[in-house]
C-alpha cells in the first residue's frame, strides 16, 4: 500500500524528466564556462611571458605527451610572468602603420581668421526713417500716397484741414500789418523830432513800438515753420497786403486752414495710418517713408560664439536666391540675448542703390573671427570623439623604442572652430608637434583595447 501510493504521487511518463538527464546538462555548462575562464586567463598569462619562456613551456608539453623526449636541460617554465604596466601609448611598428593606413602630419599654427557662419535677414534702417506726422489738431481731407509707393521729395502725401493753422496764418498776417504800421509811423517821427516838432520821449516810444511789432511779425512767422507751412506758402501770405489790404486778403479762413503734407525724403512708404475724414493731432503718425539706398543686416550669433564677435570686422553677406554678395562690418553687438531665437543680434549696413533688395529678405553671413595667438589647426580626420570629448593621437617625442616601433599618445584638446575639412584648437595642442591623421579612429580603438586589458575597465 505505501508503495503503491509514493509510486502514484511520483510524476512519470511525459510529465517526468529524468534526473541524469538533468544533471548531465548542467555539468556541461559549468564545464564549457570553467574552460573558457581558464582560456581567457591562460591566454593573457601566455601574452605577459617572453618568448624564451613560451618555447620552454611549449618542450616541457611535448616531452610530457611525447614518450623518450625531455626537454632541453636549460628550459625552465616560468612560475608566473610579470607583466609591465601600460604606459598609456599605442605602440606600431613600422609593419602595422603600412597596414592600418596611419599618416602623420604636423599641427599648423593658425594664420587664416576662423569664418563663423551665420544665418539673418534685411531691414529698413531704422535711423533713416521718416515718421510724417500733423504738427497741430487737423481733419484730413485726402490720402495721396498709398503704402508701398515710392516717393520723391516733395511728393504730396496728405491734405489737412485746420482751424488752427487758420488762426495762425491769421496772426502772421495781422502781425505782418502792425509792423508795417509802425515801420512807416517811425519814419514820420524821425522827422519829426529832427525839427523839435515832437519830444525825444515820444520818438522813443515809437522805437520801441516798432521793435515789438518786428518780434511779433518774426515769432508768428517761425511759428507757421514750426507747423510745417513751407516758406513757399508764407510768402504769399504778405503778397497782398499793402498800404490799405483788402478785407479778402485778411479773412479767407477756407484757403488759411488747408495744408499738403509733402515728402521731406526720397523713399518708399512702408507704413500708412491714416483714413481720409479722421481727426489727428501731433501725437500720430500718418505715414512711414524708408529710404531704400541703404537696408540694415541683422544676424544671429549664438551664446558660444558671442565672444569671438567685435566692432569693425568684416562680414561677406550672401543673398542665396538672388545669388548676390555683398561686403559689410559688424557697426552694433546687441548687449542682450534675444528671447526668440536665443542668440545675440548683430548688425552691419549694406548699400542698395538699384532697389532690387528688400526688407526681411533672408541672407547668410560669413563673418571673419581674427585668429588667436596659440591656436593651432589640423584636418578634420584627426579628432575623434569619446563620450562627447574631443581627442587626437600625437606622436610621443621619443618616438622609437628599440628602433622597432613608434609610440602615440592620446590627448584631449579644446575646439574653437570644427568645420567639414579643419579643426582650429584652442588649447591642447602646439605648432610643430605630429599628430595621426588617417588611421585615428583604429588608433582610438586600439587605445581602449589596452585600457581594457590593463585596467580591466571599460575606456574613460
Not at 62 to 75: F, K, Q, Y
Not at 374 to 398: C, D, K, T, W, Y
Amino acid at each position: 500500500m505505501i508503495g503503491e501510493s509514493i509510486r502514484a504521487r511520483t510524476p512519470t511518463g511525459p510529465d517526468r524528466e529524468p534526473h541524469g538527464r538533468r544533471s548531465r546538462g548542467f555539468k556541461l555548462f559549468v564545464g564549457g564556462l570553467v574552460l573558457a575562464v581558464a582560456g581567457g586567463l591562460g591566454y593573457y598569462v601566455w601574452s605577459g611571458w617572453s618568448p624564451e619562456a613560451r618555447r620552454a613551456v611549449v618542450a616541457r608539453v611535448r616531452a610530457m605527451v611525447e614518450p623518450g623526449r625531455s626537454p632541453a636541460p636549460d628550459a625552465a617554465v616560468p612560475v608566473a610572468a610579470a607583466r609591465p604596466p601600460w604606459n598609456g601609448l599605442v605602440e606600431l611598428n613600422d609593419e602595422q602603420i603600412a597596414a592600418i593606413g596611419v599618416r602623420v602630419v604636423p599641427v599648423q599654427a593658425q594664420v587664416e581668421p576662423i569664418k563663423l557662419e551665420l544665418t539673418g535677414r534685411t531691414a529698413y534702417n531704422e535711423n533713416s526713417l521718416t515718421k510724417v506726422r500733423p504738427r497741430f489738431d487737423t481733419l484730413v481731407e485726402g490720402v495721396l500716397a498709398e503704402k508701398g509707393r515710392l516717393v520723391k521729395k516733395g511728393d504730396p502725401l496728405v491734405e489737412l484741414y485746420s482751424t488752427e493753422l487758420a488762426t495762425a496764418k491769421n496772426r502772421f498776417q495781422t502781425n505782418y500789418v502792425q509792423w508795417r504800421h509802425d515801420v512807416r509811423y517811425l519814419d514820420v517821427r524821425e522827422k519829426l523830432v529832427k525839427t523839435g516838432a515832437i519830444s525825444e520821449q515820444t520818438y522813443i516810444d515809437t522805437v520801441n513800438d516798432e521793435s515789438k511789432s518786428r518780434l511779433d511779425y518774426y515769432t508768428s512767422w517761425e511759428n507757421l515753420r514750426v507747423l510745417g507751412v513751407p516758406e513757399s506758402e508764407i510768402e504769399p501770405l504778405t503778397a497782398n497786403l499793402g498800404e490799405a489790404p483788402s478785407s479778402g486778403a485778411l479773412l479767407n479762413v477756407s484757403d488759411k486752414a488747408k495744408l499738403t503734407l509733402r515728402s521731406p525724403v526720397d523713399g518708399i512708404v512702408i507704413e500708412r495710418n491714416v483714413v481720409p475724414g479722421n481727426l489727428y493731432d501731433n501725437n500720430d503718425v500718418l505715414m512711414v517713408i524708408a529710404p531704400l539706398n541703404q537696408l540694415w543686416v541683422w544676424v544671429n550669433v549664438f551664446e558660444r560664439d558671442q565672444a569671438k564677435v567685435a566692432l569693425g570686422q568684416r562680414m561677406n553677406i550672401q543673398f542665396p536666391f538672388l545669388d548676390q554678395t555683398f561686403a559689410g562690418t559688424v557697426e552694433y553687438v546687441a548687449s542682450e540675448v534675444s528671447k526668440e531665437s536665443r542668440a545675440v543680434q548683430v548688425r552691419a549696413s549694406i548699400p542698395n542703390p538699384d532697389r532690387t533688395l528688400k526688407a526681411d529678405m533672408l541672407v547668410r553671413a560669413v563673418l571673419d573671427v581674427p585668429s588667436v595667438e596659440g591656436q593651432s589647426v589640423i584636418p578634420r580626420v584627426a579628432m575623434v570623439m569619446l563620450h562627447g570629448e574631443p581627442f587626437v593621437f600625437v606622436r610621443a617625442p621619443n618616438a622609437e623604442t628599440d628602433g622597432k616601433a613608434k609610440r602615440f599618445e592620446r590627448r584631449r584638446i579644446v575646439v574653437a572652430q570644427e568645420n567639414a575639412d579643419k579643426v582650429i584648437v584652442h588649447e591642447g595642442l602646439k605648432a610643430g608637434e605630429e599628430i595621426v591623421s588617417n588611421g585615428s579612429l583604429i588608433l582610438a580603438q586600439r587605445y581602449e583595447d589596452l585600457q581594457i586589458v590593463a585596467s580591466g575597465m571599460p575606456p574613460d
